[in-house]
């Protein structure tokens, strides 16, 4: 009654299984077809995306404060007398225009700070993009690696299932003891709880897939040639420092904090100013005018100087984070050189491994046969094998996987990189469409720009 239970149990996992692995008739996806669905279904990279059109807007309203300000006020004001019981009507309408004409400097710094705020949120945006594509070289590797274990483990209980009936046969002719069924039962028994801990990895690695590339998988085909990284730990760490999104954007931010300590500088000094009014009153009195203006801070309860000591306190903050992130880059390129040296070692005992288990399980098979080897022996043989297969498959995903990994260490993995060939966001076009600050809400680069995004199915 408990193996009936529990091969009930398996139907149901079966059914789940069977939805699994449901033949498709289409052509079976490729690990490419994984990268470029998780690169246009992302969430985060349009997340980061809208974070940096928000830094190119940074751009365009440092730009807008070298333009002049034209204003307009109305006013009309009654003023009324208790003394007379009269009162009296003024109004007054005028326009106004004001233009800074030198600030020594100060808002062209705020440009170049802006600007290379754009550049550092680019390059983040670029990390965001290696990460998306990791996450997709993950969750396909995962999957199949789940499915085969799943396929191991179901030919696994087959095989056991096999060697139980043969038990029982050889338990009725008196060959072995109940003893033997037993531990054929319990065999069979543990190899259906691992069948069914396999079939839900599996639902788990197809959740994980569905949400980095944003459908769940099909048939997938095996990964191809992982793409060519260094020849040496040394040449990775080169390239990795050269460029890494996360050194570059940290040097972009140390260039930004240097350029705020001179806008923290030159706001102690003063400003040149044109102002110009022209106006009329009720009576259509002319009250224009047109002067400069000069003025400058001479003392605000020492705001200015701790301004400065702010902006040198931060520039040194970003400069130890340049050098933190240099030792991190260099750490994480270690570890995935290492990573990928462990991964080719363990494929090739693995693969060693399995050999030598085929041929000792096939061994014991034949002695069982003669009465040398009893059911322990037989299954003791067929799980060492059960193990190898399993290592093996684990070997093999975590070789491709630690290729990937190295990339995203050196700073590679990205769409243009691996040679995806699709259409990919331009990070320069909104930029250029709001740089010089347009007055409309969207340019028309802004709209060529809603057109790309829709054709990364963004819409």
Known sequence: MRMNRIAA???????????????????????????????????????????????????AQAVSTLRPVISYLGTSTYNYSWTTGSGQLNSNLSLSLQQLLFDFGASRLAIEAAKETVLATREALIGVEMQVL????????SVRNSSAQVNLRQSNVRLIQQ?????????????????????????????????AAAIGNLAQAREAYRLAVGRYPGDLSAPPTPPKTARTLDDATAVARRTHPEIRRAMRLVTVAELNIA????????????QGQIGVDEDLNNTSSLGLRLGGTIYQGGALSSAMRQAQARRDGVRATLHQTRHAVDQNVGNAWAFLAVAQASLQASQEQVRASTVAFRGVQEEAT?????????????????????????AETDRVLSVYSLLSAM????????????????????????????TRFVSPQGEKLDRVLKSLGKN
Do not use: W
Request: aromatic share 6%.
């Open 9 to 59: 149990g398996l139907v149901s996992l079966s059914v789940l299984a069977t939805g699994i692995f449901a033949p498709t008739l289409s052509r079976a996806e490729t690990l490419t077809d994984a990268l470029i669905g998780a690169y246009r279904h992302s969430g985060l990279l349009e997340q980061n995306r809208a974070t940096l059109r928000a830094a190119d807007e940074d751009v």
């Open 134 to 141: 990791f996450n997709a070289v993950d969750a396909f590797l």
């Open 163 to 195: 060697e139980l009936r043969a038990a029982r046969d050889r338990f009725e002719v008196g060959e072995v003891t109940r003893t033997d069924v037993a531990i054929a039962e319990s065999r069979l028994a543990a190899s259906q709880a691992g069948l």
């Open 263 to 274: 806008r923290a500088e030159s706001a102690m000094k003063p400003r040149l100013t044109l």
């Open 370 to 394: 003669l009465g040398a080897r009893t059911t322990l022996d037989v299954l003791n043989a067929e799980q060492e094998l059960l193990d190898a297969r399993a290592a093996q498959i684990t």
């Open 411 to 438: 700073g590679l993995l990205t769409v243009e990189h691996l040679g995806l060939g699709i259409v990919t966001y331009d990070p320069a076009a909104y930029y250029n469409a709001v740089r010089d600050a347009p």
